[in-house]
């Protein structure tokens, strides 16, 4: 069985902070793909990156930074010189190879004070 | 590229209607679309996948007698919460997948936000 835990049910830092948010997945698959999504207050949901298994390579765009790293089956996802505008709640999500069903984190509602 | 919409975005309704809730993808043909429910402050909960001239597949312990599925054409899905409850009421989001766009790709509408008194 697949399973995404996001242990931060919320985390709040004062603008200009880095942060982290924390992702850790269980499969047994060995081709999955692993998302990050911001939801805003307004609802909709905002794509943010998506991870295949085979590339365990960092990525940086710009504030933001993806950590993968196989051994401790984790996705972090770490949000540089925090903003205002970033708070929302971010959700980590997987979908295996098998199983076409994504397969969501409770998310992290992040607040970030001026 | 690859916007799907979805329409309305919000609606108020009495209890015991009926509210048909549409996910189009503009610019691509999906083959397959896939109808989420998200309560406050909770993730998102897949509730029935469909394919396109098929029969939707329903997740366990969603009523398909209550969530009506229809996928008539690549690019619109519709989903009719018949009878609607008080309980009912949530926040609906559908995501589309492109044709040959393979299972890891998904373009999320905008959501609809159905509160029935």
């Known amino acids: 069985a697949q399973k995404v835990t996001q242990a931060q049910t919320e985390i709040s830092v004062v603008e200009k902070e880095d942060v982290t948010l924390d992702c850790v997945y269980e499969?047994?698959?060995?081709?999955?793909?692993l998302f990050w999504y911001k939801q805003p207050p307004s609802g909709e949901l905002v794509f943010l990156i998506r991870?295949?298994?085979?590339d365990e390579q960092n990525e940086i765009s710009g504030r933001y930074s993806w950590n993968f790293q196989k051994s401790t089956s984790s996705f972090n996802f770490t949000i540089t010189a925090s903003q205002v505008v970033d708070s929302a709640v971010y959700f980590c999500?997987?979908?295996?190879?098998?199983?076409?069903?994504?397969?969501w984190g409770a998310g992290t509602k992040l607040i970030i004070k001026p | 590229g690859a916007v799907v919409s979805q329409h309305p975005s919000r609606v108020i309704c009495k209890s015991g209607t009926s509210v048909k809730i549409e996910c189009r993808s503009l610019?691509?043909?999906?083959?397959?679309m896939f109808w989420y429910r998200q309560f406050p402050k909770q993730s998102l909960m897949l509730m029935a996948t469909s394919n396109e001239g098929s029969k939707a597949t329903y997740e366990q312990g969603v009523e398909k007698d209550k969530f009506l599925i229809n996928h008539a054409s690549l690019t619109l899905s519709t989903l009719t919460v018949t009878s609607a409850h008080p309980e009912d009421s949530s926040f609906y989001i559908c995501?589309?997948?492109?044709?040959?766009?393979?299972?890891?790709?998904?373009?999320f509408g905008p959501g609809t936000r159905l509160t029935v008194l």
């Open positions: 499969t047994r698959d060995t081709t999955y793909y």
């Open positions: 991870r295949n298994s085979f």
């Open positions: 995501s589309a997948e492109p044709l040959g766009g393979g299972t890891d790709t998904q373009y």
């Open positions: 610019d691509f043909q999906a083959t397959t």
């Open positions: 999500a997987l979908i295996v190879d098998s199983n076409y069903q994504l397969i």
